[in-house]
C-alpha cells in the first residue's frame, strides 16, 4: 500500500492534491514530513540504530516510528532514556506531541505507563537503573541516547532479554555516536540496520541562531565531527588515557571506602544565565577502596552561578558521605572556598593551587589507570570524552578539561603523596 507521500509524489498535480487533503491528515502523516533517512529501513533488521547529530530529528523519528508499531499492532513498548528527566521531557513530550487527537495516549507519571485507546502500553526506563529491566517483555523498544548512558552496557544487555514479545521484536536506538564499546558491538550485529546523519540534514529546520552559533564555531572541530557530523571518532593519538584503558577496569559497584573526596576545578566565569558563560565548574566524586585502589564514583559538573554550583558541592559531599573537599585556588583565590562556606561553614575546605601544568598533573594518574589502579563505578561520558582528548601536549578538545582536572585533583589527593603530588596547600 502506497503512503500519502508516495501518492503525492507521483501525481503530476501535487499542489492540488494537497490543496484537497484533510489538513489534520496531513499534519499527522509522518511518511509524507519526514527525511528518507529518518524512517525505517526496510529488511529483516532486529535492531535499527540512527547515528546522527544533534538536531537532526532523532527523537521525531523515534517517536513517531514508535506511534507506527503502536498503529501496526504492537501492545508492549519499552521506552528507555538517559534519565528520568530525559524520559519524561524528551520521549514522552513527543510522544504526546506527534499524536492525532483522535488517538492521543493517556499518560501516568512515576512510574511512566503511556496507555494508547487501541490498549496498546509503554513503560518508561532509565540508564541509570538497568535492573528495572529485570522481568518485563517487550515486542518493541525505543532507546535514547545511548551512548551517554552511565550503564550502556548493562542497560543494553537487560533490554535484550525482555525483546521476547510478538512474532517480531524490534529495537529503534536514536543515538549521537561516542565509541563506546556496546556501541561498536551493536554496529558489527548481522541483524543491525544503521542509519546516519548529520545536523545540516535538517538546517531549514533549525534557529538561524543556533546554526551561527553552534554549527558556525564548531564546524571542522573534533567535538563537531562528533555532535554534528555524527562521526565515531577513534581516540587521540597519544592521548594520555584510552577508552580501552578506562573500559578494562569499569564496574558497576564500588566497594566499601576508605576516603572519599569532592574535587572542584572553577570555571572562572560567573556561570549559567549571566553575560560570560564559559566553561562548566568541574565537580568529581572519587574514593579510595578498602582494596587501596581508586574509583571514581561521579561526575557532577555543571555550569551554574557561584551559589548555585557551591550549593551543588554541598549536596555531593552529603550525597556521598565525603571526608572532604579539594578544590583548586583558581580566577579570585578565596572566592572558591568563599563560594563553599557560604552553603555550610562546616564543610571540611582544602585550597590547592596547581604548582605544574595541567598535562604534568595528569600525567602520573594516567600511570595509575595503565597499571589497572582506578575504576570509574558506571559511566561518564563527557568526563571520559576530555579526558581521552588530554595529549603530552595538552589538551586537544573545545574549551577547558574542567571535568578531568577536578578527576585529577581528587585522585592525587587520594592516591598520591605530597612528593609526588602536583599542588602545594594554600
Not at 509503554?122 to 522481568?135: F, I, K, V
Not at 564499546?181 to 542509519?195: F, H, S
Not at 555543571?302 to 554550583?309: A, K, Q
Not at 572566592?335 to 575546605?349: C, F, R, S, W
Amino acid at each position: 500500500m502506497q503512503s500519502l507521500a508516495e501518492i503525492v509524489a507521483a501525481h503530476p498535480q501535487r499542489e492540488s492534491i494537497i490543496a484537497d487533503i484533510d489538513p489534520l491528515v496531513l499534519e499527522y502523516d509522518w511518511s509524507f514530513w519526514a527525511r528518507p533517512n529518518q524512517l525505517a529501513p526496510e529488511g529483516d533488521w532486529r535492531t535499527w540504530l540512527a547515528l546522527a547529530g544533534r538536531g537532526f530529528g532523532k527523537t521525531e523519528a523515534g517517536a513517531q516510528w514508535v506511534r507506527q508499531r503502536v498503529d501496526s499492532g504492537a501492545k508492549s513498548i519499552a521506552l528507555v532514556a538517559e534519565t528520568q528527566k530525559d524520559l519524561e521531557e524528551v520521549m514522552v513530550a513527543r510522544l504526546l506531541k506527534i499524536s492525532p487527537p483522535d488517538n492521543m495516549p493517556k499518560v501516568r507519571y512515576k512510574p511512566v505507563r503511556i496507555t494508547w485507546p487501541n490498549g496498546a502500553q509503554a513503560l518508561g526506563y532509565n540508564g541509570t537503573e538497568p535492573d528495572q529491566l529485570r522481568g518485563p517483555e517487550f515486542d518493541t523498544a525505543w532507546v535514547d541516547e545511548l551512548a551517554k548512558y552511565r550503564y550502556a552496557r548493562e542497560t543494553w544487555d537487560m533490554l535484550q532479554f525482555t525483546m521476547r514479545s510478538g512474532v517480531d521484536p524490534r529495537v529503534f536506538v536514536t543515538t549521537t555516536p561516542r565509541p563506546i564499546p556496546v556501541l561498536r558491538e551493536i554496529m558489527k550485529d548481522a541483524t543491525t540496520a544503521i542509519t546516519r546523519g548529520s545536523t545540516m540534514d535538517n538546517a531549514k529546520n533549525l534557529a538561524p541562531a543556533f546554526m551561527k552559533a553552534v554549527v558556525e564555531k564548531y564546524a571542522g572541530t573534533r567535538l563537531g565531527r562528533q555532535e554534528l557530523n555524527a562521526e565515531m571518532l577513534d581516540d587521540v593519538p597519544g592521548a594520555l588515557w584510552t577508552r580501552d584503558m578506562i573500559d578494562a577496569q569499569r564496574i558497576k559497584q564500588a566497594p566499601p571506602m576508605q576516603r572519599i573526596i569532592i574535587a572542584v576545578d572553577p570555571s572562572g566565569t560567573s556561570g549559567a544565565g549571566s553575560d560570560s558563560v564559559g566553561d562548566d565548574i568541574g565537580i568529581v566524586a572519587a574514593g579510595l577502596g578498602a582494596d587501596g585502589r581508586g574509583y571514581v564514583l561521579d561526575d557532577h559538573s555543571c555550569n551554574l552561578s557561584p551559589d548555585g554550583w557551591g550549593r551543588r558541592v554541598r549536596e555531593v559531599y552529603s550525597l556521598h558521605q565525603a571526608d572532604r573537599i579539594i578544590a583548586e585556588r583558581n580566577f579570585g583565590g578565596a572566592m572558591v572556598e568563599a563560594v563553599i562556606k557560604a552553603q555550610d561553614k562546616t564543610l571540611p575546605v582544602k585550597v590547592v593551587t596547581a604548582s605544574r601544568g595541567k598535562v604534568a598533573r595528569a600525567e602520573p594518574i594516567s600511570a595509575l589507570y595503565e597499571q589497572g589502579r582506578v575504576s570509574h563505578v558506571g559511566g561518564f561520558a563527557h568526563l571520559e570524552d576530555q579526558m581521552c582528548a588530554m595529549t603530552p601536549s595538552g589538551f586537544v578538545g573545545e574549551g577547558s578539561p574542567d571535568r578531568a582536572d577536578a578527576l585529577v585533583w581528587a585522585l592525587t589527593e587520594l592516591m598520591l603523596d605530597n612528593k609526588g603530588s602536583a599542588f602545594d596547600v594554600l
